[in-house]
């Protein structure tokens, strides 16, 4: 079985303010896991990933996460917010069952000028 | 480089009517291909996915059906639409590899509003 759970359904955050958005998951076997980032009335869009090898990934925008086994969490950061990053972020975990990845619930992102 | 398009973008149709969203994908071969669902305010609802032709996994109970009749088209489809099924239609595809999904690509989506 796989599973994520993200921690606080909305965050907000000063223009220029650390971002940090969290994400736990669970997967039975050694997890892929993914960070999306969804603007309004738009599709999903792949911001980073971490399958094997370096645990600290980095992405587009600035952006980067952690992969932390013995917390099981990928959490997201970025050292400073842009009012461009206000968007709706999702954590993903593809574990053990072949077919599909498991989303979290997502976290919306507000920037503050 | 792949490409994938839903169409269309945004539909109303009254209560009763019928439903055909389509999907279709270009630049890779057998995909893996789902529907989701998000509904307003809240996340995404994986309703159907098929990692081949004519195999759809169906996640939730609903009126709605999915089918693939070609390796890269996905259509969703419901015979009489309920109020409960307004909301914005996603299609991804996904490469499977390493025993796993990988990361997926969406669509832009169909806003699909029922009156």
């Known amino acids: 079985a796989q599973s994520v759970t993200q921690l606080g359904s909305h965050v907000s955050v000063s223009e220029g303010a650390l971002v940090l958005l969290r994400c736990n998951y669970s997967?039975?076997?050694?997890?892929?896991l993914f960070w999306y980032v969804q603007y309004p009335n738009q599709g999903l869009q792949l911001l980073l990933k971490y399958t094997t090898g370096a645990t600290l990934v980095k992405g587009i925008n600035g952006f980067e996460a952690e992969f932390k086994k013995s917390e099981t969490s990928f959490h997201l950061t970025k050292p400073s917010a842009h009012m461009s990053d206000a968007a709706e972020y999702f954590c993903a975990v593809s574990g053990a069952n072949a077919g599909k990845s498991t989303f979290g619930d997502g976290t919306t992102l507000t920037v503050k000028p | 480089s792949q490409t994938i398009h839903q169409w269309p973008a945004t539909l109303v149709q009254p209560v009763g009517s019928p439903l055909s969203l389509e999907c279709t994908v270009e630049?890779?071969?057998?995909?893996?291909l789902y529907w989701y669902r998000q509904a307003a305010g809240r996340g995404l609802q994986l309703l159907f996915y098929s990692v081949g032709i004519g195999q759809i996994s169906s996640e939730v109970p609903q009126n709605l059906s999915a089918s693939r009749p070609q390796d890269r088209q996905f259509i969703l489809s419901s015979k009489k639409l309920l109020l409960s099924d307004s909301g914005f239609y996603l299609c991804a595809w996904s490469v499977h590899w390493g025993g796993r999904i990988n990361e997926q690509y969406f669509g832009p989506g169909t806003r699909l509003t029922v009156t």
């Open positions: 997967s039975s076997v050694p997890p892929y």
């Open positions: 630049g890779t071969s057998n995909p893996n």
